[in-house]
T-cell receptor, first 110, second 112 residues
Framework: QKEVEQDPGPLSVPEGAIVSLNCTYSNSAFQYFMWYRQYSRKGPELLMYTYSSGNKEDGRFTAQVDKSSKYISLFIRDSQPSDSATYLCAPRARNTPLVFGKGTRLSVIA | DAEITQSPRHKITETGRQVTLACHQTWNHNNMFWYRQDLGHGLRLIHYSYGVQDTNKGEVSDGYSVSRSNTEDLPLTLESAASSQTSVYFC???????????FGPGTRLTVL
């Protein structure tokens, strides 16, 4: 079993929909949980960062971590065509490199 | 403005040739990373460095090497290119362990 599992999609939703993107992980030492967004033919860029369990909100984006079930979520409210990208979850343990999920490709249709 | 650059952006080479991909950052970041990205596998760590003269193997390091002689650069060398190394390669850097990783624009490498 890979350390981080993420459904690659693709996921296609209409504009304005609520999007839920998810990852599961197996390493209980993971403490830091990142979501990166990657537009086509570009490098990934950090979208959200959460430490330990709980929720974090930034505008239309909410990151959620449930360490008891080893489950990571990213919610996008009022999705826009500009949100069309690949979203990668990337948890890591203390003082270790990030471990990336395979990424979920999202298309928001106007 | 500080940035991270990669060169070349595209390269085609032949099996067996030695290839070096350049990565240069102007943020004075201690940490630098090399990843490859393939369909069905996502981003996989090749090598990383936490400072000058420090290098560490990642998940898929076989056939690759790096050296860190200064803060700004971490070149990635494919000793003898293989078709399985056809991929998109990303370099990244971060200031500290818990800091954001900033990615370069990527190098698309084709090995024929």
């Amino acid at each position: 079993q890979k350390e981080v599992e993420q459904d690659p999609g693709p996921l296609s939703v209409p504009e304005g929909a609520i999007v839920s993107l998810n990852c599961t992980y197996s390493n209980s030492a993971f403490q830091y949980f990142m979501w990166y967004r990657q537009y086509s033919r570009k490098g990934p860029e950090l979208l959200m960062y959460t430490y330990s369990s709980g929720n974090k909100e930034d505008g239309r984006f909410t990151a959620q971590v449930d360490k008891s079930s080893k489950y990571i979520s990213l919610f996008i409210r009022d999705s826009q065509p500009s949100d069309s990208a690949t979203y990668l979850c990337a948890p890591r343990a203390r003082n270790t490199p990030l471990v990336f999920g395979k990424g979920t490709r999202l298309s928001v249709i106007a | 403005d500080a940035e991270i650059t990669q060169s070349p952006r595209h390269k085609i080479t032949e099996t067996g040739r030695q290839v070096t991909l350049a990565c240069h950052q102007t943020w004075n970041h201690n940490n630098m990373f090399w990843y490859r990205q393939d369909l069905g596998h996502g981003l996989r760590l090749i090598h990383y460095s936490y400072g000058v003269q420090d290098t560490n193997k990642g998940e898929v390091s076989d056939g690759y090497s790096v050296s860190r002689s200064n803060t700004e650069d971490l070149p990635l060398t494919l000793e003898s290119a293989a078709s399985s190394q056809t991929s998109v390669y990303f370099c990244a850097s971060s200031k500290g362990y818990t800091d954001t990783q900033y990615f370069g624009p990527g190098t698309r490498l084709t090995v024929l």
